[in-house]
Nanobody
């Protein structure tokens, strides 16, 4: 079965960096696009970044463009989100996502940006 497991979240000061990982299993990872979303309490889940199956094309929400980078390692079946210049408003639970006929989500990893 499809499984996505996020890791790498934590507490970081404003201006700091974190790298999130999402380990995938149960499907042919290299055939599928991957996405990152985030959610804060009381708000809808927000798309953050996406990468195509080839890794050739990436796109980002305006709110993170220039600060976040999505990339993938097909040998490790893992997608990453490198987050730099973090701001308080980046605080959220971050989820990875793929669509293999259905949408699949991981359990999420908490990112807190605070001094």
């Amino acid at each position: 079965q499809v499984q996505l497991v996020e890791s790498g979240g934590g507490l970081v000061q404003p201006g700091g960096s974190l790298r999130l990982s999402c380990a995938a299993s149960g499907f042919t990872f290299s055939n599928y696009a991957m996405k990152w979303y985030r959610q804060t309490p009381g708000k809808e889940r927000e798309w953050v970044a996406g990468i195509t199956s080839s890794g050739r094309f990436r796109n980002y929400a305006d709110s993170v463009k220039g600060r976040f980078t999505i990339f993938r390692d097909d040998a490790q079946n893992t997608v990453y989100l490198q987050m730099n210049s973090l701001k308080a408003e980046d605080t959220a639970v971050y989820y990875c996502n793929t669509r293999v006929t259905l949408d699949y989500w991981g359990q999420g990893t908490q990112v807190t940006v605070s001094s």
